[in-house]
């Protein structure tokens, strides 16, 4: 059967038809780092050249430069006749917040932002940025945009860079999650494992950016000394030169290439194409996007290679053997934005991690200067005295913590593993309003109303102690209060 001349589609959702390469605009804000902005005009030209070859899916975010107004450039001068596409172009934008209360208003205020900017009535696609678990209004945003998705105004909701333990949490309060972008490369392989798992068993899908590393996978960097630090200018390589190293270092990144052209020798094709074959053919894997810095590079022609050829089991084994020198990351998909190693374009996140707003407000017992308390605002504090957590000196304790959203719902009721998930971040968040961490915590306390969710709840446990082990006792308590199915206390001592 002859291979399609564009590019391979797919249904991403119900009624929303794609290319199996997205054309990703992120690349729009180094572009304007110097203080310029791009001109829309010539801009949307290249974006009507990319639609008119069949690439008519478009990624972009709120704060991506300009990309959302050029990209309503292009949706105007394509509704006018300027150029023929097979098929409506898809638009993906990203709403990514800063970490505070999300009430309907601030989640309509963001989403109207990119509708006017984009110059539509609908949003095909509005993908979801959080930085910090510990604050959960992310819930709130969430749900917000399931209204805005009933009252039309958004295709359909996807997020972005979250791990598999907070994507569960999303499907098991009911929010209608249809994709997660996240990295996906030959040198990043986390999203291979248990997020495309759960994603496989939950019809998402997953749309796979960094690729190509920033434009490393490819002969330019074949058989190339590593460059020094200065040598790398552009925000993308930055990003990526950092996975390189915390995969094992350029050696083994070289070996990878030269299998990798092999391979594409072989059948003829890029380096680049090898790799993004790869990715594509992951199961759960809906597209890969691919960046274009508009008015600079354009890599059409070689990306419609791609769809030219299948890697054979020979191919694959030759994969293989070259990724036994490079090691898997740690971790689940997006920590490299929220805990150390940090594998961004900026390094060390930590300051403006810290930087971020408080769950709760730290208050000074009157007469004793070395005690401090904070208070969820739950009624029951006040009626039955206590606090949320309370610090003694160096030592902090955290009360009995259940999964009980600030507005008195109980977050993935029936589902333990969910619960215990948005516990432990409810407590990381008591931790860090009085100035400790998990990594200070010593002790936890887990109390099940059922001793057969020891090991999902165990196992969500180690995914926050995995490396700390703190001393821990885990109990069934069958007449807990309330419909929850887990509560958890911890301590900690700051040093």
Same mark, same amino acid.
């Given at each position: 059967?002859? +291979?399609?001349?564009?590019?391979?589609?797919?249904?991403?959702? *119900?009624?929303?038809?794609?290319?199996?390469?997205?054309?990703?605009?992120?690349?729009?804000?180094?572009?304007?780092?110097?203080?310029?902005?791009?001109?829309?005009?010539?801009?949307?030209?290249?974006?009507?050249?990319?639609?008119?070859?069949?690439?008519?899916?478009?990624?972009?975010?709120?704060?991506?430069?300009?990309?959302?107004?050029?990209?309503?450039?292009?949706?105007?001068? !394509?509704?006018?006749? %300027?150029? &023929? &596409?097979?098929?409506?172009?898809?638009?993906?934008?990203? /709403?990514?917040?800063?970490?505070?209360?999300? *009430?309907?208003?601030?989640?309509?205020?963001?989403?109207?932002?990119?509708?006017?900017?984009?110059?539509?009535? @609908?949003?095909?696609?509005?993908?979801?940025? /959080?930085?910090?678990?510990?604050?959960?209004?992310? !819930?709130?945003?969430?749900?917000?945009?399931?209204?805005?998705?009933?009252?039309?105004?958004?295709?359909?909701?996807?997020?972005?860079?979250?791990?598999?333990?907070?994507?569960?949490?999303?499907?098991?309060?009911?929010?209608? =999650?249809?994709?997660?972008?996240?990295?996906?490369?030959?040198?990043?392989?986390?999203?291979? #494992?248990?997020?495309?798992?759960?994603?496989?068993?939950?019809?998402?899908?997953?749309?796979?950016?960094?690729?190509?590393?920033?434009?490393?996978?490819? %002969?330019?960097?074949?058989? #190339?000394?590593?460059?020094?630090?200065?040598?790398?200018?552009?925000?993308? +390589?930055?990003?990526?030169?950092?996975?390189?190293?915390?995969?094992?270092?350029?050696?083994?990144?070289?070996?990878?290439?030269?299998?990798?052209?092999?391979?594409?020798? +072989?059948?003829?094709?890029?380096?680049?194409?090898?790799?993004?074959?790869?990715?594509?053919?992951? @199961?759960?894997?809906?597209?890969?996007?691919?960046?274009?810095?508009?008015?600079?590079? %354009?890599?059409?022609?070689?990306?419609? @290679?791609?769809?030219?050829?299948?890697?054979?089991?020979?191919?694959?084994?030759? $994969?293989?053997?070259?990724?036994?020198?490079?090691?898997?990351?740690?971790?689940?998909?997006?920590?490299?934005?929220?805990?150390?190693?940090?594998?961004?374009?900026?390094?060390?996140?930590?300051?403006?991690?810290?930087?971020?707003?408080?769950?709760?407000?730290?208050?000074?017992?009157?007469?004793?200067?070395?005690? #401090?308390?904070?208070?969820?605002?739950? $009624?029951?504090?006040?009626?039955?005295?206590?606090?949320?957590?309370?610090? $003694?000196?160096?030592? =902090?304790?955290?009360?009995?913590?259940? &999964?009980?959203?600030?507005?008195?719902?109980?977050?993935?009721?029936?589902? *333990?593993?969910?619960?215990?998930?948005?516990?432990?971040? +409810?407590?990381?968040?008591?931790?860090?309003?009085?100035?400790?961490?998990?990594?200070?915590?010593?002790?936890?306390?887990?109390?099940?109303?059922?001793?057969?969710?020891?090991?999902?709840?165990?196992?969500?446990?180690?995914?926050?102690?995995?490396?700390?082990?703190?001393?821990?006792?885990?109990?069934?308590?069958?007449?807990?209060?309330?419909?929850?199915?887990?509560?958890?206390?911890?301590?900690?001592?700051?040093?």
């Amino acid at each position: 059967m002859p +291979k399609p001349t564009g590019p391979e589609r797919t249904e991403l959702a *119900p009624g929303l038809d794609i290319s199996r390469i997205v054309t990703g605009l992120w690349q729009v804000a180094d572009l304007e780092r110097d203080g310029r902005t791009l001109d829309p005009e010539k801009a949307s030209s290249i974006m009507l050249d990319y639609a008119r070859a069949g690439f008519d899916s478009f990624d972009m975010a709120d704060h991506y430069g300009s990309a959302e107004v050029i990209s309503g450039r292009f949706l105007r001068r !394509l509704s006018a006749g %300027e150029a &023929a &596409a097979a098929t409506r172009p898809a638009i993906f934008t990203k /709403w990514c917040p800063k970490p505070g209360p999300m *009430p309907l208003e601030a989640v309509r205020d963001g989403v109207q932002r990119s509708l006017d900017r984009l110059g539509v009535k @609908k949003i095909d696609l509005m993908q979801f940025h /959080w930085w910090t678990f510990e604050h959960p209004a992310y !819930l709130d945003a969430m749900l917000g945009l399931a209204r805005l998705q009933s009252e039309g105004t958004i295709g359909h909701i996807g997020v972005t860079n979250f791990d598999t333990a907070h994507l569960h949490v999303l499907v098991r309060h009911g929010i209608p =999650v249809v994709a997660n972008q996240v990295n996906f490369s030959l040198l990043d392989r986390r999203a291979g #494992q248990e997020m495309s798992a759960f994603c496989l068993a939950n019809g998402i899908r997953l749309l796979a950016y960094g690729t190509l590393a920033g434009g490393l996978i490819s %002969e330019r960097w074949l058989n #190339q000394p590593e460059p020094r630090e200065a040598a790398i200018t552009d925000w993308s +390589k930055m990003k990526y030169k950092r996975f390189i190293d915390a995969a094992g270092g350029w050696a083994g990144f070289q070996r990878l290439l030269s299998s990798l052209d092999a391979i594409a020798r +072989k059948h003829a094709v890029s380096l680049s194409n090898v790799a993004s074959r790869w990715v594509l053919d992951q @199961k759960a894997v809906a597209a890969i996007i691919i960046g274009a810095r508009l008015g600079e590079n %354009e890599h059409r022609g070689d990306n419609l @290679k791609l769809f030219a050829f299948d890697l054979d089991a020979e191919d694959r084994a030759r $994969i293989d053997e070259a990724l036994g020198g490079l090691a898997l990351l740690k971790g689940d998909c997006g920590d490299e934005y929220r805990r150390p190693p940090f594998l961004t374009a900026s390094g060390d996140l930590s300051h403006h991690l810290d930087a971020l707003p408080k769950l709760y407000q730290a208050e000074s017992l009157p007469g004793r200067p070395d005690r #401090q308390r904070i208070s969820s605002g739950s $009624i029951w504090e006040g009626i039955c005295g206590y606090s949320r957590a309370v610090r $003694i000196k160096d030592r =902090v304790l955290v009360s009995g913590t259940t &999964a009980t959203h600030q507005s008195g719902e109980i977050v993935c009721p029936g589902d *333990p593993g969910g619960q215990a998930v948005y516990i432990l971040d +409810k407590i990381a968040a008591s931790l860090a309003s009085l100035g400790a961490s998990l990594e200070d915590v010593v002790r936890t306390r887990i109390y099940l109303r059922n001793v057969n969710h020891w090991e999902v709840v165990s196992r969500i446990h180690g995914r926050y102690f995995g490396e700390i082990r703190p001393a821990n006792t885990l109990i069934e308590a069958a007449r807990l209060v309330g419909d929850y199915l887990v509560e958890i206390e911890a301590e900690a001592i700051v040093g």
